[in-house]
């Protein structure tokens, strides 16, 4: 089996996720505390023991996903489920970096840390900003209704799946899309409870401030095969991966490229490495002859070991 490993983005959150690999895992109590320091963050208690409003916060989620989906890559370790190649959604495409060889986990969470940060900032600065999943609508459809309806701030932010995609910008835009989308044959419009247009234009000053951040940063040519958001193909170099991860907050995440070009490169075993099955959902969409199955709790990797 060539085994990828897939790390879901924001929205799959929830109190208590990872909270099995940290009891059971000397290791992984350390990477939270590398993460915690890393942060500045107290992340046992925030993921274990605080409220879902505080951890939905992106410059809390983001951090949060990271630490408990590299926790969970570090449990599939233990238990000697070792990846070929990894791909994230997202924030998930730095623990996948991480998996990769590609940056160091500390500098992941610093970085994932003021990535949060950023976007929720320029979230703020938008004077209005927010995101939709368009349903039961080809992405082309989309892109053609928003084109004719003559919006000039809304864009595809996800390409999630050939029935399912994310718009992302201005509030009144995005509401004009959804009406547009909803004429053009989609089935629902469902907005998302986001602090900003993530993926659009509207994050470019997240994007600038986070160009600063990464430029010092050590970027490695990755060990195993991992897969770029904004290309949809997989990372060559060191020097690629830093240029994408700064594109990727104003850039679409283009994950049906993304996955085709896994299926390609003859992947055929995908594992979602952290919380919910949203990955699994859309890899099922695009790829059923490819198993993906989950590795969020200690009892799924026990289950997978076996």
């Known amino acids: 089996m060539k085994t990828c490993f897939l790390f879901p983005g924001q929205g799959a959150q929830f109190i208590g996720m990872g909270k099995d690999f940290h009891e059971t895992s000397k290791a992984v109590r350390e990477l939270f505390e590398l993460a915690s320091d890393a942060s500045k963050i107290d992340l046992r208690t925030l993921i274990f023991e605080g409220t879902e409003d505080e951890l939905k916060q992106t410059r809390n989620t983001q951090i949060a996903m990271a630490v408990v989906e590299a926790a969970a890559a570090l449990s599939a370790r233990e238990h000697a489920i070792i990846p070929m190649a990894c ?31 950023l976007m929720d900032e320029a979230g703020n600065r938008s004077g209005g900003s927010t995101m939709s999943a368009i349903l039961a609508l080809a992405p082309e459809a989309i892109e053609k209704a928003i084109a004719e309806a003559g919006l000039q701030r809304v864009w595809v932010a996800n390409y999630n799946s050939p029935s399912q995609s994310v718009i992302s910008g201005a509030e009144a835009d995005v509401a004009a899309a959804e ?10 419009a469902i907005r998302l409870k986001v602090s900003g247009a993530f993926h659009s234009p509207i994050m470019a000053w997240a994007r600038d401030g986070f ?15 991992v897969f770029s958001n904004v290309s949809g ?16 907050i104003v850039s679409p ?14 992947f055929d075993q995908c594992y979602e490495t952290g ?18 199955g989950p590795l969020g709790t200690l009892a799924d990797v026990a289950a997978v070991s076996l």
């Open 87 to 117: 791909a994230g959604f997202s924030v998930g495409e730095w623990p996948a970096l991480v998996e990769a060889g590609v940056v160091a986990a500390a500098d992941m969470f610093r970085l994932v840390a003021e990535r949060g940060r």
């Open 179 to 188: 009406v547009a989308c909803k004429s053009a044959g989609a089935k629902r």
């Open 211 to 225: 160009a600063d951040l990464v430029s010092d940063v050590v970027f490695s040519d990755p060990k195993i095969a």
């Open 233 to 248: 193909r997989r990372i060559q170099s060191g020097a690629e991966a830093k240029k994408l991860c700064v594109e990727q």
């Open 253 to 266: 995440v283009r994950w049906i490229a993304e996955e085709a070009s896994i299926a390609e490169a003859g």
């Open 275 to 292: 919380p919910g099955t949203v990955l699994a959902g859309l890899w099922k969409a695009i790829n059923p002859e490819i198993p993906c």
